[in-house]
């Protein structure tokens, strides 16, 4: 049998002695099993063991390879949790069963014969003894039916005494906010130093919180010990999270693990004069629970510091947008003072969001903002639905009755560095609710549905008081978002006069500072059923406009032609800006989300401009820092490059997206959407029922188009979607079952 290392690895090939060997003579001449040439490798960053090998070439068409380890010299194999060699987008993307199949030790590969796989094993806890690995790993390639093809196994070691974890919870402080022991509404976390096996803790050692509601427990300090840079990895149950930061943050970020059993990676930083600080998250209906199983602090060298800037940094060569909504924000936090609003624009700033478009409300609604012109929101208000339940809230009166929210946001933008501009949506009255404004509730004749009417003078009197307050209060800029919503344009000219109109209000201001007010307008591209009501090019040859914003409306027509806008602006002095939704069901991030982007550079906009970009920067911190990238051409080619030299290597695998709600039961205004995971992006195909619906030559990989025709394939009836990629001279297929709500999983009780 042969077993080779690489040659920079630690883990080094050993004479096998004694009973060992003897097993190891066994297994190599099992019946019908090839030798199988194992090497082993471990990630510096990571400190998880990469086992490579080469599927024979003779291999069938599918085949599952099989992973143990054993302690060196026990003979005691146990099924080795692994993942295969996948993208970020994979492991985000994967359902639970598949997961499940990895924990278990199992991996499908296809189409593999004669090219390398790999998987990644992590062996805290259970094969790592006081900071060493010294085990045997094993690799059975079977067939489906179980008939072998392949085996080998190779020796691997590694010394991890360099890494330290926390997990002793007994050392937080204040000490008498943790107890052994906590009842039902008894504000303090507990910690669990054996805890129930099935819970899937390291070592049985967990801290959890489920004091909910209107009060919270108190925040736990934890002494860090280490020194010097460090990457900082954590593991949660799996759905569950917990608010992270150092003493010298502004703000805590929301860690958790998705999956069981997976160890996410959450920043790197320098360690001195910190301590870690834990503490329950806020949601609109108060405090939430909160739970951790442990922290994995990994020393970093210089080569290491310098692999992490180039893999998510970059020379900022393009400008980065990104729309923020203090209403949505407030809507789960607990926002008692200005200095709140501080905490997501130093997010903004770590993800080098360089214009923020700050909406303050929507013409027809109530303030969002310190306004003497419109009422504002100081009463209960509602959210988007959350799985089909309306959410209410006080949190956003609570952020109005003690904040003054657009001079917040204007003196932290600009003791950051950001410039601001105060955005007002074009038009939605919410009528006959708490959120209806009294322009609305008070003159119906003024209005088309939801809509206040933009050709009423009167209407645009009322647009232009609001600005002009809100230029009052000092905002450098001013935009308007004609994507919430579209319905008050009657006819093009009509937007072209309030443009004009919002022109010469920007320019009266910029006349008395002595530099150009800039106007940002974001509107419904082509694809759109109302895009044609927006005369863009006399926009921009009259001078109207500062950054032109076409956008996708929901998650449909995403991947509108950018081509008659780049045209529209070569020689002006106008910025474009084309919007990259990022709503959670639109592109999945990173892949679908920055193969757009590539897209989009590559056509040569001056920039990104990001709408929902509160959701990521201020949500999951890998999402921050793929926003991050946005800024920099040679950040996006990059990860491409990277991704190229993946797949190459990669398992195997058509992916699909996620709905709005938990099941895959796509909504008209969504998409079924496709990535593929080591298969070059060629042709793919669907087949719905049984029934061809349609190809893509390459990405987007879309069931259907992204058109408004497009919507009948998606019915609430459920439905069995077959989707085959091309595969060299070969196909891969996966079967997926959307329309009807699918159970809930499991939930994973820490």
């Known amino acids: 049998?042969?077993?080779?290392?690489?040659?920079?690895?630690?883990?080094?090939?050993?004479?096998?002695?004694?009973?060992?060997?003897?097993?190891?003579?066994?297994?190599?001449?099992?019946?019908?099993?090839?030798?199988?040439?194992?090497?082993?490798?471990?990630?510096?960053?990571?400190?998880?063991?990469?086992?490579?090998?080469?599927?024979?070439?003779?291999?069938?068409?599918?085949?599952?390879?099989?992973?143990s380890w054993s302690p060196v010299g026990k003979d005691s194999w146990s099924r080795a949790r692994v993942v295969p060699r996948v993208s970020e987008t994979a492991i985000r993307l994967v359902d639970e069963p598949v997961w499940n199949e990895w924990l278990n030790g199992r991996v499908k590969e296809r189409r593999a014969a004669g090219q390398s796989r790999g998987v990644i094993f992590s062996p805290y806890p259970d094969a790592q003894q006081d900071g060493r690995v010294d085990i045997v790993f094993r690799i059975e390639i079977q067939t489906t039916d179980g008939k072998p093809v392949a085996a080998g196994q190779v020796q691997a070691t590694a010394d991890n005494r360099d890494v330290a974890y926390l997990e002793d919870w007994s050392k937080v402080l204040p000490a008498d906010a943790v107890s052994a022991e906590t009842k039902q509404g008894d504000a303090r976390w507990l910690w669990e130093p054996k805890a129930d096996p099935?819970?899937?803790?390291?070592?049985?050692?967990?801290?959890?919180?489920?004091?909910?509601?209107?009060?919270?427990?108190?925040?736990?300090?934890?002494?860090?010990?280490?020194?010097?840079?460090?990457?900082?990895?954590?593991?949660?149950?799996?759905?569950?999270?917990?608010?992270?930061?150092?003493?010298?943050?502004?703000?805590?970020?929301a860690v958790g693990s998705?999956?069981?059993?997976?160890?996410?990676?959450?920043?790197?930083?320098?360690?001195?004069?910190?301590?870690?600080?834990?503490?329950?998250?806020?949601?609109?209906?108060?405090?939430?629970?909160?739970?951790?199983?442990?922290?994995k602090l990994v020393p970093l060298t210089e080569q290491l510091l310098a692999r992490l800037h180039q893999q998510y940094g970059g020379k900022d060569d393009r400008i980065l947008a990104g729309y923020f909504e203090p209403y949505s924000w407030a809507f789960g936090e607990n926002v008692q003072s200005p200095l709140d609003h501080r905490q997501p624009l130093a997010a903004f700033k770590e993800a080098h969001v360089e214009l923020i478009d700050c909406q303050m409300g929507r013409f027809g609604s109530k303030?969002?903002?310190?306004?003497?012109?419109?009422?504002?929101?100081?009463?209960?208000?509602?959210?988007?639905?959350?799985?089909?339940?309306?959410?209410t809230t006080n949190n956003v009166a609570r952020m109005m009755l003690y904040t003054n929210t657009l001079d917040a946001e204007l003196r932290y933008a600009r003791e950051l560095g950001m410039r601001l501009h105060a955005n007002f949506g074009a038009t939605a009255c919410y009528t006959g609710s708490m959120l209806e404004a009294g322009i609305a509730r008070n003159h119906p004749e003024w209005k088309r549905g939801d809509a206040v009417r933009y050709e009423v003078a009167e209407v645009r009197k009322h647009i232009l008081s609001i600005y002009r307050e809100m230029l009052e209060l000092g905002a450098t800029g001013i935009s308007i978002d004609f994507c919430r919503y579209p319905g008050g344009i009657d006819k093009p000219e009509t937007c072209n006069q309030v443009l004009r109109e919002i022109r010469a209000l920007a320019d009266e201001f910029g006349a008395s500072r002595g530099t150009r007010v800039p106007l940002l307008v974001r509107f419904p591209a082509h694809e759109q059923s109302t895009g044609a009501m927006f005369d863009y090019?006399?926009?921009?040859?009259?001078?109207?406009?500062?950054?032109?914003?076409?956008?996708?409306?929901?998650?449909?027509?995403?991947?509108?032609?950018?081509?008659?806008?780049?045209?529209?602006?070569?020689?002006?002095?106008?910025?474009?800006?084309?919007?990259?939704?990022?709503?959670?069901?639109?592109?999945?991030?990173?892949?679908p989300y920055l193969w757009r982007v590539k897209q989009l550079l590559d056509a040569g906009v001056d920039g990104i401009y990001v709408y929902q970009c509160d959701a990521r920067v201020l949500g999951r911190p890998d999402d921050r820092r793929t926003i991050r990238l946005l800024a920099s051409t040679e950040a996006v080619n990059s990860f491409w490059k990277r991704d190229?030299?993946?797949?190459?290597?990669?398992?195997?695998?058509?992916?699909?997206?996620?709905?709005?709600t938990i099941a895959r039961q796509f909504g008209n205004y969504e998409r079924a959407r496709v990535w593929l995971e080591g298969i070059p992006m060629g042709e793919v195909e669907f087949h719905l029922d049984g029934k061809f619906i349609n190809r893509c030559s390459g990405p987007p990989y879309v069931l259907g188009t992204e058109a408004d025709s497009a919507d009948a394939i998606y019915t609430p009836a459920e439905k069995t979607l077959r989707i085959r990629a091309k595969d060299g001279d070969g196909w891969i297929e996966e079967t997926y079952q959307i329309g009807k709500a699918a159970p809930p999983a499991p939930e994973s009780k820490p």
């Open 1 to 67: 049998m042969k077993s080779r290392p690489f040659p920079s690895a630690v883990h080094r090939r050993r004479a096998l002695r004694g009973g060992l060997a003897a097993l190891l003579a066994a297994f190599a001449g099992q019946a019908g099993a090839a030798d199988l040439e194992i090497r082993a490798a471990t990630d510096p960053l990571a400190r998880q063991i990469q086992f490579d090998y080469g599927v024979p070439h003779d291999a069938p068409e599918e085949v599952v390879a099989i992973c």
């Open 198 to 253: 099935a819970k899937g803790l390291s070592f049985n050692n967990g801290l959890s919180c489920f004091a909910t509601g209107p009060s919270t427990v108190p925040q736990l300090s934890l002494d860090l010990g280490p020194r010097g840079w460090y990457a900082v990895f954590v593991k949660t149950p799996a759905r569950y999270g917990i608010g992270l930061r150092f003493t010298g943050d502004e703000r805590a970020d």
């Open 258 to 295: 998705s999956h069981p059993y997976e160890e996410v990676f959450w920043r790197w930083a320098k360690l001195d004069h910190q301590r870690l600080v834990l503490k329950q998250q806020h949601t609109y209906t108060g405090y939430a629970a909160a739970a951790i199983d442990y922290i």
């Open 367 to 391: 303030a969002n903002y310190e306004s003497e012109i419109l009422e504002q929101i100081v009463t209960t208000v509602f959210g988007d639905p959350i799985e089909g339940v309306v959410p």
């Open 537 to 591: 090019p006399t926009w921009i040859r009259e001078g109207l406009v500062d950054y032109l914003c076409p956008s996708n409306i929901q998650a449909r027509h995403i991947h509108f032609d950018i081509g008659p806008y780049v045209k529209a602006v070569q020689g002006s002095k106008t910025k474009l800006l084309p919007v990259v939704d990022a709503l959670w069901w639109s592109l999945d991030f990173p892949g």
């Open 644 to 660: 190229a030299e993946l797949r190459e290597r990669a398992t195997k695998g058509i992916y699909l997206n996620r709905s709005e």
